[in-house]
């Protein structure tokens, strides 16, 4: 069984750690306060109180948690890529910047450095099904597989480090622009005298049907359903559109769709 490290067992966190020790991993987890070791404990893992013992002889490290900057003080200002053996995978379940995970491989060429973003939710994780979005080497992703097998599927190998953060980077624009583009629907409606919940239902049955408009018809509101994931969207969003930025680009046609979910 593979020895994993974990950093991170919040919302999106805690089932993976509890699908990694169900499968057999031993499993190291971060645990700054006695609550937070107890919560771990009873997701059959071994809670630690420092990074460096959450590295301490592990095959993979997992880092998930909510923003880039949390990714780059965790693995660039502290003890815990410095304290991993060689030839560990890092894997950064975060959603953030590619430049990150680029950076960090760049600076500890001793470890693999795997960007896993995930597209789901802690249902799909405790199921075993949430689809991870990974960029890295052939061999870090193979040396990550067994772990991050445990709660992804599929595993889609996009390309080289930063990769994988670039295409869920373009799938949460996407994402935006969609829901967007059904709030837009929904204006249109209301100025034509059309119910928002028969305009939604009917329209999940016809050519316009899409996931995105399934998600928003079981919300009840496009108004609901943005006021439930705008703060996660907004924040992937602003990485999207520094990325961009850096390459002296914009979201062109895309901008003013996402503009209605990220304000």
Do not use: W
């Not at 919040?10 to 987890?29: D, F, I, Q, Y």
């Not at 950064?92 to 789901?120: C, M, N």
């Not at 052939?138 to 480090?161: C, F, Q, S």
């Amino acid at each position: 069984m593979t020895r994993v490290g974990f950093v991170g067992a919040g919302r999106m966190g805690a089932p993976m750690v509890r699908r990694l020790a169900e499968a057999g991993h031993t499993v190291r987890v971060l645990g700054r306060t006695d609550e937070k070791r107890a919560e771990i404990a009873e997701l059959g893992a071994i809670p630690v109180t420092e990074l460096a013992a959450v590295a301490d002889d592990a095959d993979v490290v997992v880092v998930c948690v909510f923003t880039d900057d949390q990714v780059r003080e965790i693995c660039l200002d502290s003890a815990l890529v410095v304290h991993m053996k060689p030839g560990a995978a890092l894997v950064l379940h975060t959603t953030g910047s590619p430049k990150t995970a680029q950076s960090i491989a760049a600076r500890f060429d001793h470890v693999e450095v795997v960007d896993a973003p995930v597209s789901g939710g802690p249902h799909d994780i405790a199921a075993g099904s949430v689809t991870l979005f990974v960029g890295g080497s052939d061999a870090g992703v193979a040396r990550a597989r067994p772990a991050i097998g445990t709660y992804g599927e599929p595993i889609l190998h996009a390309g080289p480090t930063g990769a994988g953060q670039l295409v869920k980077l373009v799938n949460n624009t996407l994402f935006a622009a969609q829901i967007g583009l059904v709030a837009e629907g929904v204006r249109l409606g209301s100025r034509l005298g059309v119910d928002e919940h028969a305009l939604l239902s009917a329209l999940t049955h016809g050519s316009a049907q899409s996931r995105v408009m399934s998600m928003i018809t079981a919300a009840g509101s496009a108004e609901l359903f943005i006021s439930a994931v705008g703060e996660f969207i907004a924040k992937d969003i602003a990485v999207v559109r520094a990325t961009v930025a850096d390459l002296d680009g914009d979201l062109g046609e895309l901008e003013r769709l996402i503009t209605a979910v990220t304000h």
